[in-house]
């Protein structure tokens, strides 16, 4: 089976929409969660996406009042409210309903774990961003890959059991030619990239592939419309820090 994982979309629906165009038909769409937060269109981008399963990220539950806006930077925090009182009620049943994490276990040969942040309470979003912040979360899964987003930034950590080694390597760096097989013998931590926000300093979205049958997960990137994108937030009232940075991808 092939799964289209996306991430950290960030209520940006000319990145979601270029997005999905680069889905090879049939793929099955899932989602890491930050699905809202910084943009200008929290409800079409949720709309779009249907009823695609995912998880819950930081600025999801800050929008549905779980998490204390107080934990965000003045920009986010800004846009968090804003999408508080322009979420649709049927937007918001939707966000609701997706768990902190979740196992997929469509293709019974190969299952795997979705989540925001780190697995290790998930509830709390801590960021991977280290090897020793994934040497911790491989205690807190139960399956060979745990699939997350959360810091924006393609990467995978690979733990080698018998040595109890972490290899770290970054990736969306080489569209649709960045490929990584996984070995049978090891476990991975990977982030997908962002959809709708990237941070890397490449200003296109990112997501992968994840082949289940052939074992390799594939980083895409993808060229969006920025500028409608920018003129939405800033036609919304919202930070123009959050539409600048997306021309820097930064
Ligand atoms: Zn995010």
Known sequence: MIFAILSDIHS?????????SDVPAGATLLHLGDVVGYGAQPNDVIERLGDTRGVMGNHDAAALGILDPEYFNDNARLA???????LMRTQVTYLASQ???RDIVDDPAFPFTLAHGSPKDPELFSYITRSDHALEAFDHFGTQVVFVG??????????????????RETHGL????????LKEGSRYVINVGSVGQPRDGIALACYLLFDTTLRTV???RV???????????WAAGLPERNADRLASGY
Not at 80 to 86: A, F, M, P, S, V
Not at 174 to 181: A, F, K
Not at 223 to 233: E, F, G, L, P, W
Request: glycine share 4%; charged share 25%.
């Open 12 to 20: 940006n629906l000319e990145a979601l929409e270029a997005t999905l």
């Open 80 to 86: 968090i409210e804003w999408t508080r009182g322009t």
């Open 99 to 101: 768990p902190f994490c």
């Open 150 to 167: 959360h810091s924006h930034h393609p990467e995978s950590y690979e733990f080698r059991s018998a040595r109890r080694s972490i290899a």
């Open 174 to 181: 080489n569209n649709g030619r960045d490929v990584l097989s």
């Open 218 to 220: 594939t980083w895409r």
């Open 223 to 233: 060229a969006y419309d920025i500028a409608t994108t920018q003129q939405k937030i």
